[in-house]
Every structure is written in C-alpha cells, then in structure tokens.
C-alpha cells in the first residue's frame, strides 16, 4: 500500500458549494433543524396554502400585465382588434385593457387568471381565518400572528378595489363614483380628500396612475413582507393539531417537510395553478369591453363590486337617505353611518382574540385546537358575523335579486334592513342550542356507544338495543377538553364525560417537541 492510498477522497463540486455556503450562511444547521419540521396531516390546513398558492398566482400574472398596461388617463382614438369600439375615445388605460385582451398573446387569459386568482385569494382568505377562528388557533402565543393575517386581509380588499378601478371602464369608474360618495360623505374634510384623492373634481386626471402605484408597488410589497412574517411566526409557534391519541399541547404530530410535505405542496400548487388555469379559460369575468368607457354622464346597470366588497355596498343601499344639520354642516347619515360601521365590522374580527382573552382571563398557551361544538358562544358569534355578512352582501345586490325574482326592490329592501338586526340574533341562539345538542349527543356516545340497530331480548323479557362501545381513537377526540362550568353547559343534565384516556397513545410517524 503507497502513501497516496491514505489520502481523503477529494470533495465533490456540490459539496465544495454547499461548505461554501454553510460556512457562511450555517445553511447546514437552518436545514438540520427545519427541513424536517413536522407538519399536521389535516386537510384544513390547506386552506393556507390555497392563500399562499392564489398570490403567487396574482405576482406571477402581475407583472405579466404590467408590460403592457398604461396607466394613463390621457385620451387617445382607439383602433385595434375589437372592432366595435374602433374610433371611439377613451383612455389610455382603457385602451391598453383592450390591447392586452385582444392583440397580446395569451393577455384574456392572463388577465382573467390575474382576476380570478384575486376572488380565490380573498376566499381562501376569509376561509382559513374562519377555520382559525373557529378551532381557536388565535389564542396566545398567536394573537400577533392573527393580527398580521387580518391585516392581509384588509389590505387585500383594497388592493382588489384598485385592481379592477384601473382599466377605466363603466363599471370601475361607477364603483369610483361611489367610493367618491363614501368620501364626500366625511365631515368638514370630505370634500378635501376627495380633491386630494382624484386630484380635482371627480373624475379628475390622476386617480388611475396613483391607484396603479398603490396597486403594483406599495400594497404588494407590504402584503409580501407580510406573508412572510406570517410563516416565520407560523415555523416558531408551530402548528396547532386536533386533539387525538398521541397528541399533546406539547408536541405535534404528523408528516416532515422533507420529502413528504414538500413534495405534497409542490403538487398541491400546480393544481391550484391549474384550476385556476382551467376556470379562467371557460368562464369569462369582467369583460371590460361590453361595458365600454367610463363617462360620468352614464351608469351600467346591474352595476356590481366583486363579492368581498359587495356588503359595503349594501350597507349603504339599505340605509335610509337620513340628512341632518349640524352647525351649519349638513351630514348625510345615509352614506355616513355606513362607512363607519363597514370597518368595525372588520375590526371586530382583528380584536376578537384580546377580547377573547380578557372576558375569560385565559392567558394559558394552546397548542390543540377546539371542536367548534365545545365553544358554543365563540362558534355562535362566528356563525352571526356570517349571516350578516350575507344579509348585507344579498343588499348590495337588491336591484339583482328583485329583477330575478320579480319582487318590488323596496320590499328586498325593507326585508334586509329587518334581516340585518334580525337574523343574527336568531343564528346565535339557533347555533349555540346546536352545539350544546352535539354536546349532549357526545356524551351519551361517550357513555353508552354508538347503536348499532339490533334489538336484543333480555332474559327477564326486556328488548333492549346493543350498543357498539368507541374506539379508543374515538374516545379520545370525543373527551379530550376542557369541560368548564359555565353559562355554556347549564343546560346539560347530564355527568362530565369521562375523562381523556391518557394511555391511548398510538404510533406517530413524526413527532416534534413544542418549544
């Protein structure tokens, strides 16, 4: 044997380049303790992702756009691909909304897929803080995460408002007119921040170019950093989980982020791309040409904002026109009190997890989440912020539903403002008494089993149905909680069930210790 025979092999370039790197970013130890971070296997989880997935989609399809968009209000003579239109003027940014919809390669569908990707993002949205909201995941230590997710969600309201504001059109310019409205409406100073907002008497010159920075540059950029705080405070908390055997307030159980989650997400991305690839080629949303440009003179009919902002609108279509003076100011209460309690409906949603706090003085850290059923007056205050929701969202569509359904618009009218005080009421009481029935249904589970339909003669001459006792995974997700005794449980006769079987344990693939 030589001397060369005791030499260490030499390295291979990718491990040249990846000492390299983790002499200088430790990327070594990041990925030795995050690559294998442990991620929950539930599928409501991947209402998150739906999020995160629909705004790279909206990045993406953005700054496509953004190569052909002009976003100018200087009037030109339009002459391209849609014939109708063809001499009439109009807008810059109109005209290259047209150009990027009929002379761009592939632009319909890339604006379409930028539009619709928009929708998706604010449902999911509102869906996975739902989810949060329900389950409990917002308690501490995530309330500061619960804010910044709320945030997201506010700044994507305005955003979809500027977005689909840009191309000039009837109907974005109608929806300007009424966001003119709104903020003339404001005391003493409305009328100053609407000469400060267009620049001049509505419509003005610059409301197209401001709205594009804020649409492009400023708004996007603080909902990227965000995001991205949003996920590192998500990696340092850790995920919540269900309760279930094996799970604890101090572990969380399911798959690693190496290979297994990484390779489930990558794949869950391109079919979300693909969904929305496919819905935004069959189904056409905000043809801009069949409204043609805006002019102050005119109005569409049927003039409608997208969904997330449509109770706005109702909350102002089902006001009374109430006028009144005060100092010689005349307030116009009919557009006024809307727009305030537009964002304390917002606002209660983001201060929900103090309050929350403060009215049970829970300070304790939680980790598994709650079955809605368990959280009766939560759930219910979810379930009425809801069905206002809709009440208001059906208003701002009042004129919509009256002519489908051939109903005089101020009987829909009268019938939303009653709803409105109404409904609610009636859906907190309806889903606190559903939840405290769910309640007594798991007890009577957790104490007599599940009926299995066979009727068994006694020998003293009794029939009697069998029941089938749980499983011990049942078991455990049926009794693992706090049973407080409190206004919630009052109407429950029956004993506690029994007690959270601390020796069901069984196998995790991946268990990672909560810090």
């Known amino acids: 044997m030589t001397a060369t025979d005791h030499r260490p092999a030499k390295a291979s370039s990718g491990e040249r380049v990846a000492d390299w790197f983790d002499g200088r970013l430790g990327v070594y130890a990041l990925g030795r303790r995050y690559l294998r971070k442990v991620f929950p296997d539930h599928w409501s989880f991947l209402l998150g992702e739906i999020c995160l997935y629909s705004f790279v989609v909206l990045i993406l399809t953005g700054v496509y756009l953004t190569l052909f968009f002009h976003p100018s209000m200087n009037e030109v ?37 930028h539009h619709w990707a928009a929708l998706v993002f604010l449902a999911a949205m509102l869906t996975h803080m739902m989810r949060h909201f329900f389950t409990g995941s917002f308690r501490r230590p995530r309330e500061v995460n619960w804010v910044f997710g709320w945030t997201l969600l506010l700044l994507g309201l305005f955003e979809g408002l500027f977005g689909y504001s840009l191309p000039d059109d009837l109907l974005s310019g109608t929806g300007l007119r009424f966001v003119d409205g709104a903020i003339l409406s404001v005391p003493v100073v409305g009328t100053y921040l609407s000469f400060f907002l267009f620049g001049g008497e509505f419509p003005g010159h610059d409301i197209v170019a401001r709205f594009y920075s804020l649409h492009v540059l400023l708004i996007p950029g603080i909902m990227a950093a965000l995001v991205v705080v949003h996920l590192i405070l998500v990696v340092y908390h850790k995920h919540t989980q269900f309760a279930g055997p094996g799970k604890s307030e101090r572990n969380v159980v399911g798959t690693p982020f190496l290979p297994v989650y990484l390779a489930k997400a990558g794949g869950f991305f391109f079919l979300v791309f693909g969904v929305l690839a496919l819905i935004s080629a069959v189904a056409t949303i905000n043809p801009v040409w069949s409204y043609g440009p805006y002019r102050a003179d005119q109005v569409s009919t049927g003039a409608q904002p997208d969904w997330y902002l449509g109770f706005a609108e109702g909350l102002v279509r089902v006001m009374p026109g109430w006028e009144i003076t005060v100092a010689g100011h005349t307030l116009v209460l009919g557009v006024l009190i809307p727009i305030v309690v537009f964002p304390l409906l917002l606002v209660a949603i983001g201060v929900y997890p103090f309050v929350e706090s403060w009215v049970t003085g829970d300070r304790r850290e939680h980790h598994l989440l709650d079955r809605p059923r368990n959280r009766p007056v939560r759930t219910s205050i979810g ?20 002519t489908r ?3 005089s618009i101020n009987t829909v009218t009268w ?24 309640q007594l249904r798991d007890r009577e589970l957790v104490a007599h089993g599940r009926a299995t339909g066979v009727v068994k003669r006694l020998p003293h001459g009794e029939y009697v149905e069998v029941h089938r006792p749980l499983g011990p995974a049942e078991l455990h997700t049926l009794t693992e909680h706090e049973h407080r005794d409190s206004s919630d449980h009052r109407d429950l006769q029956t004993a506690d069930p029994q007690p959270a079987l601390g020796g069901a344990r069984v196998p995790a693939r991946h268990e990672e210790p909560q810090p």
């Open 77 to 113: 003579t339009y002459h391209g691909g849609y014939v109708p239109l063809n001499g009439i003027r109009m807008s810059e940014a109109y005209a290259s909304t047209l150009h990027i919809s009929f002379d761009v390669r592939g632009g319909l569908l890339v604006r379409q897929l």
């Open 415 to 438: 019938a939303v403002r009653i709803s409105v005080f109404v409904v609610p009421v009636v859906v907190f009481v309806v889903t606190r008494r559903i939840c405290l029935g769910l």
């Open 405 to 407: 359904f051939h109903l």
């Open 383 to 402: 379930a009425a912020w809801i069905s206002l929701y809709l009440i208001l969202l059906s208003g701002g569509g009042n004129d919509i539903v009256a």
